[in-house]
């Protein structure tokens, strides 16, 4: 039983803060949602945000919350949580962009006027709170904001960075594969080739968040021990990760016979369609995969994001099968009806849709990062890929080829997902901590 449901503890109230939230799409929003849905049946609740769309996500989130023009959106509910956007006049914008276009020359000057107009927008929505909870890594902003506010209403101050090593990295990737692309036979590059981020989070405001936090939520042991290297006292760091999105209600062969998959063999890519989450290496493997099994269907589900747009015109065949947005119904269908999950991204602080995929015994292909290593019990769920097609095109082959293998991943993935990773077990982990650090 949660501790809410006992008469003696009264409900508390949590104010969530976070750039952007569902229905826009995205690991963070999604799992946000779910938590704060379930947990508004037993506590007051709010959410501050800019972003609630889709089609109003920007490229980047620090010009895109700060300085370029957003639609004013309005409040609305989330199951009981109120959900309130925040939204910057032209003038707050005008003011922001000197300080904005020159944030890495005049840092401390530029986060304290970004946090001095945030703090203005949310600190009369905080009022009465019993505790804040920031939740994302890149906006630091948003984080200092939030802390600020919470030592001015005296009140606690968790803080989930959802840490990603690898997230400074984008431009290395993307310089290597525009070489590559030039001087065709250059060796592919390998993920254990990439260095981590020299710091591993966004600045060092970032940093004096995690220092200054009541408690932070670390998504895996890996992360909980990198935070740890930093001086963060370990007492503070609570392990909790999240859990799988599905609906109860699906049908795997109506989703085949919507997309023409019929019995073919079907690679499923599950998540935004980014660059940075191996889209492109997918679609590269895919020749290699139809030599030997040229009944395979790849399909892609998703919103475009980044270069997608234009990297799926390189790549056109009936067997590629490229479907934008899908509700929860369609999304849990198109997991029953694969044979693998592929998204072999290096930009995962934990990685949902590979537990999502395992709750169907799905077999997993994930990139080697650190995260993704833990999560799959280093390969017991699924093989782990450098960023290089050669590779992914020959481990989905090895999965095509053996059933039992298939069935062995799948099923070692679902007892872990049931055992660590359930929303029941994730919710009450939280709750615990709400009540912990505000006692």
């Known amino acids: 039983m949660n501790l809410s449901q006992n008469n003696k503890v009264r409900p508390l109230n949590i104010t969530y803060v976070l750039p952007v939230y569902w229905p826009a799409i995205g690991g963070c929003e999604l799992h946000t949602h779910e938590l704060v849905s379930r947990l508004s049946e037993r506590h007051e609740i709010k959410v501050i945000t800019q972003i609630t769309r889709q089609e109003d996500k920007p490229k980047g989130l620090w010009f895109g919350t700060t300085v370029n023009p957003l639609p004013k959106r309005k409040e ?50 905080m009022k009465g709170s019993d505790l804040i909870h920031c939740i994302h890594n890149g906006a630091s902003f948003y984080g200092y904001t939030a802390l600020k506010c919470a030592r001015k209403l005296g009140i606690p101050f968790v803080f989930t960075p959802l840490l990603q090593l690898y997230q400074g990295l984008t431009e290395k990737l993307m310089t290597e594969k525009r070489h590559n692309e030039t001087h065709p036979g250059s060796p592919a590059m390998h993920t254990s080739e990439l260095f981590l981020s020299p710091r591993g989070y966004h600045d060092k405001f970032w940093l004096k968040v995690c220092n200054a936090s009541d408690a932070l939520i670390a998504m895996t042991r890996f992360e909980k021990e990198f935070l740890s290297g930093k001086g963060i006292d370990t007492n503070k760091i609570y392990q909790v990760g999240v859990g799988p999105i599905l609906s109860e209600r699906y049908n795997k062969n109506e989703f085949r016979d919507k997309y023409n998959i019929g019995n073919k063999n079907m690679v499923l890519f599950l998540g935004r369609k980014h660059e940075c989450k191996g889209l492109e290496e997918l679609l590269k493997a895919a020749p290699s995969v139809w030599e030997m099994y040229p009944r395979t269907c790849f399909c892609f589900i998703g919103p475009k994001e980044g270069n997608s747009p234009a990297i799926f015109k390189k790549y056109e065949d009936e067997r590629i099968v490229e479907i934008d947005k899908v509700d929860l119904y369609e999304k849990t ?88 990773y359930s929303w029941e077990i994730i919710t009450d982990k939280v709750e615990r901590l709400y009540f912990k650090i505000v006692r």
């Open 76 to 125: 609305y509910l989330d199951n009981k949580a109120r959900v309130i956007p925040i939204h910057l006049s032209f003038l707050e914008r005008t003011f922001l962009y000197p300080f904005v276009r020159g944030h890495r020359k005049i840092e401390t000057l530029s986060m304290e006027a970004i946090r001095n107009v945030f703090q203005r927008k949310m600190f009369d929505l």
């Open 333 to 420: 269908s198109a997991i029953e009806a694969c044979d693998i999950l592929c998204m072999p991204s290096f930009f995962e602080a934990l990685g949902g849709v590979f537990l999502e995929a395992w709750m169907f015994e799905k077999p997993v292909i994930a990139g080697n990062t650190p995260p993704l290593q833990e999560l799959t019990g280093n390969g017991q769920g699924g093989f782990l890929v450098n960023l290089d097609s050669d590779e992914i095109a020959q481990k989905i082959i090895n999965l095509i080829d053996d059933d039992s293998l298939r069935k062995k991943m799948g099923t070692w993935g679902k007892n872990m997902v049931v055992s660590k």
